[in-house]
């Protein structure tokens, strides 16, 4: 007993800098279809990531899925082609949870496109426009933008029951919807009679404008209970502040990373308010009030926690309702996108599986009191941490 309380004091002692090793998230690399960048842009829970990759030789990237396995979770998932030329911008945006997947396709036409990974297609009504579709619900609802050889610049639409609806501005050309909930909130922008565009809601279709700091702004997501995510900046087009939108509008401008740095947007929120995005070049997490940068809690393929390696993650570009995390960085200089997991504190030696070498691995850590079998984070080492642990790795967490 009198062993256990000096490890208690030693690593009570220890802990402030000890626990800040924790990682809180694994990651799992994206490769490209032979090229040299990738990144991925939305996931669904159940691990199918879309995202964008180069091939050998070409210089665009093409619409590109990856299939998170269950086996060895950490494994690179291998590229899977969507659509594309190689030769022109195309974008694999969007995946439900029930895996339809949507983007926009050079090799279909400039087209807002809708399939499987099985194959996909022009927006069945938006044949004869151009498009880029950029978001789908669990519904099967699309958001985006469209134009045509008759339409002048291009304009926000949502095909919603398999017919295509134009969403007005706020009085100007242009406009394009980034987001739509489960619920059926809509969020983009788009341009006032003058001036940059502004950050928008759709109400029963109509145009609401969210404010913003006065100068040009744009909403990229909204979670089920109608909060939104975005940016907005100050009379001109920069600086960015990443910034929430409450159910009824209110503004809240979230802190940022880097204060000197132009560029700082929120990308997307899940149903648990999780907030995510790019602070001064840097991927980010906010949550309950406050922001983490997700290079400090992430654990790299080289084993590395923090300080020097080869990753670097820049943009953190959507967040599913379980917390996976997915984006892109940039690694020996490459782009490159990645999925972070969330480590399952019963996974004790992070290797995104909890089976019983994380028990053994555990009772070392435990006995030897080290800070990573704290698992309560109350800052000793005591049996309610194995309790803890226990309780979490029958339930696998
Ligand atoms: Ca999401
Ligand atoms: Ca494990
Ligand atoms: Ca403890």
């Not at 490890?7 to 994206?30: N, Q």
């Not at 609401?208 to 909060?227: F, H, R, T």
């Not at 204060?259 to 980010?284: E, K």
């Not at 070392?364 to 009191?369: K, Q, S, T, V, Y």
Request: hydrophobic share 45%.
């Amino acid at each position: 007993m009198r062993t256990l309380v000096c490890h208690a004091i030693t690593v009570a002692a220890l802990s402030a800098s000890a626990l800040a090793d924790l990682p809180r998230y694994l990651l799992v690399e994206l490769p490209p279809l032979g090229g040299t960048s990738s990144a991925g842009l939305d996931m669904n829970d159940s691990g199918l990531v879309i995202g964008i990759s180069t091939r050998p030789g070409e210089f665009y990237e093409v619409a590109t899925t990856w299939q998170l396995g269950s086996a060895a979770p950490l494994a690179a998932p291998q590229p899977r082609f969507v659509t594309g030329s190689g030769f022109s911008a195309t974008s694999g945006n969007g995946v439900n949870a029930h895996g339809q997947l949507v983007g926009l396709s050079d090799e279909l036409g400039i087209a807002a496109f809708l399939g499987t990974v099985n194959g996909v297609g022009v927006v069945p009504s938006m044949a004869t426009l151009w498009g880029e579709a950029v978001r789908i619900n669990d519904l099967g609802t699309v958001v985006g933008q469209f134009s045509g050889p008759l339409i002048s610049g291009w304009r926000p639409f949502v095909v919603r029951n398999g017919s295509h609806i134009p969403l007005p501005t706020l009085g100007g050309l242009q406009g394009i919807a980034r987001g739509i909930s489960n619920t059926g909130h809509i969020v983009g922008e788009s341009e006032p009679a003058i001036g940059l565009p502004v950050p928008t809601r759709w109400v029963n279709d109509q145009p609401v404008e969210l404010p913003g700091l006065g100068g040009w702004g744009g909403a990229y997501a909204v979670n089920d209970s109608g909060v939104a995510v975005g940016f907005t900046s100050p009379v001109g087009s920069s600086p960015y502040s990443a910034v929430l939108w409450s159910a009824s509008g209110q503004l809240m401008v979230l802190p940022k990373l880097d204060p000197t740095h132009w560029d700082h947007r929120a990308f997307d929120i899940n149903a648990a308010g999780q907030i995510v995005g790019v602070s001064g070049g840097r991927a980010f997490l906010h949550e309950n009030g406050r922001i983490i940068d997700l290079n400090t809690v992430t654990k790299f393929p080289d084993g590395t926690t923090a300080g020097p390696h080869r990753w670097i993650l820049h943009n953190a570009f959507a967040i599913t309702e379980g917390g996976k995390i997915v984006g892109d960085g940039s690694v020996d200089q490459q782009r490159r996108g990645f999925v972070l997991l969330p480590r399952c504190t019963a996974d004790a030696d992070a290797n995104g599986l909890v089976d019983v070498s994380d028990l053994f691995r555990f009772l070392n850590d435990w006995f030897a009191g080290i800070a990573d079998a704290d698992i309560d984070l109350d800052g000793s080492i005591a049996s309610a941490d194995l309790f803890a642990f226990l309780n979490r790795w029958f339930a696998r967490c």
